[in-house]
Every structure is written in structure tokens, then in C-alpha cells.
């Protein structure tokens, strides 16, 4: 006796498959049945770029630049607290460092809403630690697969 399924991937919001389905035919007599090989295309994008003083060719931040991707907008001169609301929430909050060389790459989800992007840069000035004042750029899309290029300067 033999009873069909269709066989249907649980996505995550933002991914797509090939091919969507797949019906599978289940002889009752047997222990394991081959479905289907399925495709599965990730939902993340990328926000990259560079951390740089005096202008955007001038030379890179090289203390490490906290960089803020959200779907919210952020009021407040310092980062958010990132808490048990904010992990759970339906916003989504994505955070990196750049690098000794500037540089700077997170991961979002791509397809949803905009993503406003913070950075908050701290550096050393005769010895003593200065911190300028919070960068953002507001309103960025990014879709799955997308690296989309964003850069910043103090």
C-alpha cells in the first residue's frame, strides 16, 4: 500500500527553494523512502565598507569602529542595550567591528525592510581616549546575496 506526500521545505523568512515541493510516494513496507534534493538560497545580505578620519579616502580607523545595522531608528548618542526585548523582538538588530585596516562587513537579512545603519568610533588622542560623535546613513536596502557598500568618516 502506498500513500503520497508532498514534501515542502520550512523556510526561513527571506530564503527560496527549487523546487518548491516535491511529492513523495510512501510504500508502507519499507523503512526509508528518498524524497528530494532541494535548492536553498539564504536570505542574507551583506553591508560592507570602511571606517575612515578626515574624509573618505583619508586614513582608516584603526581602533575599531562599533557599527549598528537595524530596522530601527536609533535616538540616543550611545548604543543600544542589547537585552532579552531587543533579542527577542521583531526588529532586527545586526553588529560588527571594522578592522585594524578600516574595514567592515556584517551580515543582515535581505528583502525586508531598510536597514539604518550607526557607527560609533572611539580613538586615541595624546594618549587619551576620544570618542566622536555617532555616524549613521539611514534607509539602506539590502537584498539576499546583495553587498552593498556603505563607508563612513570622521
Request: net charge neutral; hydrophobic share 40%; glycine share 12%.
Amino acid at each position: 500500500m502506498n500513500i503520497t506526500y508532498t514534501i515542502v521545505p520550512q523556510l526561513d523568512k527571506g530564503e527560496t527553494t527549487y523546487p518548491t515541493s516535491a511529492p513523495v510516494a510512501l510504500d508502507l513496507t519499507k523503512r526509508d523512502v528518498w524524497s528530494a534534493t532541494f535548492i536553498v538560497k539564504g536570505a542574507m545580505g551583506y553591508i560592507t565598507g570602511r571606517m575612515s578620519l578626515g574624509s573618505l579616502s583619508g586614513p582608516p580607523v584603526e581602533t575599531g569602529v562599533l557599527v549598528y545595522a537595524t530596522t530601527a531608528t536609533l535616538t540616543g548618542a550611545m548604543p543600544p542595550a542589547i537585552n532579552e526585548a531587543v533579542r527577542t523582538g521583531s526588529i532586527h538588530h545586526y553588529a560588527g567591528l571594522s578592522g585594524k585596516d578600516g574595514s567592515f562587513r556584517i551580515a543582515v537579512r535581505g528583502g525586508g525592510s531598510a536597514y539604518n545603519l550607526y557607527a560609533w568610533c572611539t580613538i586615541m588622542q595624546n594618549g587619551v581616549p576620544t570618542v566622536l560623535p555617532k555616524q549613521q546613513i539611514l534607509g539602506i536596502p539590502v537584498n539576499p546575496g546583495d553587498a552593498v557598500v556603505e563607508n563612513f568618516y570622521w
